[in-house]
């Protein structure tokens, strides 16, 4: 049975780990979009938001500002990393770009695109938000994850919470999921 020498171990995973460290910042120079790319797709992620989900209209004529990540794109091979870039948007117009990154630890094997968009009901916590040198879900506030049930609709669910996320897949509305660790920053484009 072949073994592994301690070093030949070293070896391994001190390559990994600078192959990650290296992709973690390449991967946001990678899929950096310009202000217009952004704006693309940023419409085309609101229509499907708006597509997909009954009452979303209304829901978003109430927001006070809504964040809208149209591509996240997180990959791992136990150490994983994500990234995005989206816009800010009050009153229909975008007022602010912004970068959201994340790291995990733990099971995972592949990469996947997911989008977030993220809704401000009070402006408090908006105004917070847009101020910060970067904010961090989970230490700096709390995004509560919509999940709908089967004829739910966001005119059914009293939804009182100041930050709520909604995360899309390939095949609709993503469940079971967490912001939580995952840092926004206010970009120039």
Known sequence: MPTIAINDWRKHVCAIITLLLFSLTIIPQTFAASADEIEVDVNDALDRFKKEIKGANVFLGKAKGVLVFPNVYKAGMGIGGEYGEGAMRISGKTVDYYSTVAA??????????????????????LKNFRNSDGWKAGVDG????????????????????????????QKGLMYNLTLEGSKFTKIKK
Request: proline share 2%.
């Open 104 to 125: 995990s630890f733990g099971f995972q094997l592949g990469a996947q695109a997911r989008t977030v968009i993220l809704i401000f009901t009070k402006d408090d916590v």
């Open 142 to 169: 709390s995004v509560a994850l919509v999940t709908l049930g089967v004829g739910d609709s966001l005119d059914t669910i009293n939804v009182a919470d100041p930050i709520v996320g909604f995360v899309f897949g």
